[in-house]
């Protein structure tokens, strides 16, 4: 009997393994896939539309996307929504998308793991649609331009998208800033229109294909990276939000070579420095107040603020334009009224709800620090940020301070204008807190008051 069984168990883990092997990447193969590359800005953008089909005979409940390893390095986001409905009734809904690892992944290939809202049956189709943002991507060449010349940079990529299935179908968009491109490495079919290059279409490509391009165009927009900010936001129960920004701000560009001549500048600003930048636009909160910027020489007095019910725009301008690998440090400075952050969650617990990121227009931050800082008393904070953040906890002393405000510090590399969305800090307070600064400020005035009439009580004994 025992040897009749365990045939029977070998073939069921047989078939158990079977099913776990079928059930990853290779039955998926992608129908028709096309990408759209954005080189306008310093920041890449890629939309990815990908048309998978399932030809296995189990369902796939997932999808990989593969990157090489040089440009996950660079990778700031990547997003993905399925569409539902034909044509004219076409939705999106946003879908997981995780970091993974694929066993023997060739040349260390990065992958991405997309999670279907429902499994993809035998036979399926389904529309997918990735964006995926680089930062760094860029390359200048010319490494050093003088004040007169334009930048230039290359951009490098592969003709046929990576991907871990077979391509049936696949073409590449890439938009140049001008229609100064200088040159472009040829795959064919490739065809230049305008600021647009088009790689393919190319039939049938098996996994993991790849073609090394090639493109040199010029690019003038303001390379601004921001390679470290530390926004420090301070709850005070007695009505305001105040927000401390420091910035060290750099020219990520072609480097400036030779002299700057601010006479060259000013007169001729269409051709002179035109990858420079000297006016910086932050997007601030409506209802904004006191506010203030500052470098290490003190305040500068040369910005513009805006303000309308849903926005307030700060315009700052640097004491000198920058250039290409220039540096500037500056502080910037606002109050926000509490009552437009701070609310009570159901449970009783008090949350800040602000908005992540940077507020500086098309910058890219290497590392950034938000630094929360919560009123005196307050316990057991927690932070819901939409996307993995490190965090830690410090304690800041400030005036009148007994013992200490909790600092919920959160760091993330490589943030994007996309990470400028919402987050929230919960914590507990015992409003009996509340009482402890007046509190303070009332006794020490009864000591003052006291030690005076003694003095004076003193004073008079020694005059007697
Ligand atoms: C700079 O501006 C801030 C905020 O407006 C102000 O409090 C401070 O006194 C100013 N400092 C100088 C040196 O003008
Ligand atoms: C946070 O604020 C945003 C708008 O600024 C709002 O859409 C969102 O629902 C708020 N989140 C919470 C948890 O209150």
Redesign the pocket.
Known sequence: MEALQRPSLVLFIFSLLSLLVSSSSSDIQIVNAERRIDLTSHIVRAFLTLKVENKGTSAASEVFLAFPPTEAEHLALVKAQAAVGKKKRRTYVPLDVKPTELPDAPNGAKHFSIILLNPLSSGETATLEVLYILTHSLEPFPKEISQSESQLVYYRDSALILSPYHVKQQTSFIKAPSTKVESFTNVEPTNRAGTELKYGPYEDRPPYSYSPIIIHFENNHPFAVVEELIREVEISHWGSLQITESYKLFHAGARHKGVFSRVEYQSRPSVSGVSSFKHLLARLPPRVH???Y?DEI??VSSSHLRTDSRKSELEIEPRYPLFGGWKSTFVI?YGLPLQDFLFESPDGRRYLNFTFGCPLAETVVDKLIIKVVLPEGSKDPSAVVPFPVEQHLEVKYSYLDVVGRTVLVLEKKNVIPDHNIPFQVYYTFNPIFMLAEPLMLTSAFFLFFTACVAYLHMDLSIRK
Request: glycine share 28%; hydrophobic share 15%.
């Open positions: 006191s506010v203030y500052r003190g305040n400075g």
